[in-house]
Every structure is written in C-alpha cells, then in structure tokens.
C-alpha cells in the first residue's frame, strides 16, 4: 500500500506557474507508474499526465501538451507536474495516483490506477 500527499496547489493569474508535487510513502516509489488527474467543478475528472516507473513514458492530454511537464523523482519518492502558461480553464482539483505496474506502464485512465491522494486545489485568475 502507498499514500500519496499532493501539494504545491493555489491561486495564480492567467499565464503563471505552478509546480505540484506528489510525495509517496508507504512502499518502494519505483514500483508505481504515476498519474496526474483532475476535475474540474461540474465536470467528470479527466486524465492530464502520467509516467511510467522508468520515466521513458509520459503522455499528455491535448488540453496541457506543451505547457505542462511530468517528472519523477525515485530517491525522493516524488512525482511532480510543473505547469506553465496556466488558462482558467486548468482551474480543477489536482490529484495524484499510483498503479503497481511494468515498467514501460502508462495508463490514461483513472480506473487503472490502485491508490489516489486526497487532491490540490489550482485556480486560475484571468
């Protein structure tokens, strides 16, 4: 079992940064490919990024491709997502999770992944 601790969330203007960061502990880091997921008010969540235990994987949704990076940290049980040129529109809650899978293992879906962290409020000003 993990538990995933999501921080780095807030209040920014429209084309600012934000790094969130996503601090594992419970069980080997390296054994989980990671995921980013968010959902907005009213709305389904919906996948953002992931990466995969070696860090060769890391796919986007189209929404944040170009603007936000995924990364890993093993020896600091740490995954981040630092987000650049931030809309209004990437006003959600931000959540991590976890999935005990291979290697080179991504998933897209939030029902692919076994263990989630309680979330990180980002809001957008324009």
């Known amino acids: 079992q993990v538990q995933l601790v999501e921080s780095g969330g807030g209040l920014v203007q429209a084309g600012g940064s934000l790094r969130l960061s996503c601090a594992a502990s419970g069980r080997t880091f390296s054994s989980y490919a990671m995921g980013w997921f968010r959902q907005a008010p009213g709305k389904e969540r919906e996948f953002v990024s992931a990466?995969?235990?070696?860090?060769?994987?890391?796919p986007y949704a189209d929404a944040v491709k170009g603007r936000f990076t995924i990364s890993r940290d093993n020896a600091k049980d740490t995954v981040y997502l630092q987000m650049n040129g931030l809309k209004p529109e990437d006003t959600a809650v931000y959540y991590c999770?976890?999935?005990?899978?291979?290697?080179?293992?991504?998933?897209?879906?939030?029902?692919?992944?076994?263990?989630w962290g309680q979330g990180t409020q980002v809001t957008v000003s324009s």
């Open positions: 999770a976890a999935a005990i899978r291979g290697l080179l293992w991504v998933g897209v879906r939030g029902g692919q992944y076994d263990y």
């Open positions: 990466i995969s235990r070696s860090g060769g994987a890391t």
